[in-house]
C-alpha cells in the first residue's frame, strides 16, 4: 500500500562510481519530483517532471540525471559520485504542481 | 535560495502544551505548505494555505498566513509526545509547483 517507494534505502558506494535511485508512486499522481537533504536537514528541489516531461531543472551538476519511463516511475542516476553527494535523497509526488506533495522514505547515499 | 525561514529552530515543550512556530518568506507565493519529518523518515503533508486564505485548520493543527508580513505560523494544540518531529514550511510560487523549503523547527515533546 507504499504510496511512494525508493529503492535502494542507503547505498554506500565509493568516488567515482555511478548509481541509480529509483522512485516509484502509486497515487496516479500527475507531477514527480526529486529532493536532496544535506546533513543540515535542508531540503532543496532537484528536478521535477510532469506527465514525463521535465519541468524543473535546477542548478544540479549535469552529473545527476533524471529518467521518468512512464508518469508513476521517476528515477536519479548519478554519474561518477563525489562525496558531497553525500545526503539523503527523497523522492515525491503530487496531484498537480498547486497541491500538497507525498514524499518517499529517502534514499541515504553515502559516498565514501 | 532559502525561501522560508523558521523560528524557532528548537522547542521543547511537555505533552498538553501547546507549540507555535514561524515562518517568514521572501517573495510572493500562491500557496505555503507545512510538513512534519519524523527522525529518520520521508516528510509528511500536514496542511496548505493558499495565498488569498488567512486561517486553517486541521485536527490539532491550525495554520494562519500574513501575506502582507510574508509570514506564516503553525499552532499543534495540546502536543503529544508522537509531535516529536521536526516540521518545515515550504512555499510555491510561480506554475510548477516548486516548492522551496525553510531550515525546520525540531519540537521535542516530554511526556
Known amino acids: 500500500d507504499t504510496a511512494v517507494s525508493q529503492t535502494p534505502k542507503y547505498l554506500v558506494t565509493q568516488m567515482g562510481n555511478d548509481k541509480s535511485i529509483k522512485c516509484e508512486q502509486n497515487?496516479?499522481?500527475?507531477?514527480m519530483y526529486w529532493y536532496k537533504q544535506d546533513s543540515k536537514k535542508f531540503l532543496k528541489i532537484m528536478f521535477s517532471?510532469?506527465?514525463?516531461?521535465?519541468?524543473i531543472n535546477e542548478t544540479v551538476p549535469n552529473r545527476f540525471s533524471p529518467k521518468s519511463p512512464d508518469k508513476a516511475h521517476l528515477n536519479l542516476h548519478i554519474n561518477s559520485l563525489e562525496l558531497g553527494d553525500s545526503a539523503v535523497y527523497f523522492c515525491?509526488?503530487?496531484?498537480?504542481?498547486?497541491?500538497?506533495?507525498?514524499f518517499g522514505p529517502g534514499t541515504r547515499l553515502t559516498v565514501t | 535560495s532559502q525561501q522560508g525561514e523558521e523560528d524557532p529552530q528548537a522547542l521543547s515543550i511537555q505533552e498538553g502544551e501547546n507549540a507555535t512556530m514561524n515562518c517568514s518568506y521572501k517573495?510572493?507565493?500562491?500557496?505555503l505548505q507545512w510538513y512534519r519529518q519524523n527522525s529518520g523518515r520521508g516528510l509528511v503533508h500536514l496542511i496548505l494555505?493558499?495565498?488569498?486564505?488567512r486561517e486553517k485548520h486541521s485536527g490539532r493543527l491550525r495554520v494562519t498566513l500574513d501575506t502582507s508580513k510574508k509570514s506564516s505560523s503553525l499552532l499543534i494544540t495540546a502536543s503529544r509526545a508522537a509531535d516529536t518531529a521536526s516540521y518545515f514550511c515550504?512555499?510555491?510560487?510561480?506554475?510548477?509547483?516548486?516548492?522551496?523549503f525553510g531550515a525546520g523547527t525540531q519540537v521535542v515533546v516530554t511526556p
Open positions: 515525491a509526488s503530487s496531484q498537480d504542481r498547486g497541491s500538497g506533495q507525498y
Open positions: 497515487l496516479g499522481h500527475d507531477t
Open positions: 517532471y510532469n506527465n514525463k516531461e521535465l519541468i
Open positions: 517573495t510572493s507565493i500562491n500557496n
Open positions: 494555505i493558499r495565498s488569498n486564505e
Open positions: 515550504a512555499t510555491s510560487a510561480g506554475g510548477w509547483g516548486k516548492l522551496q
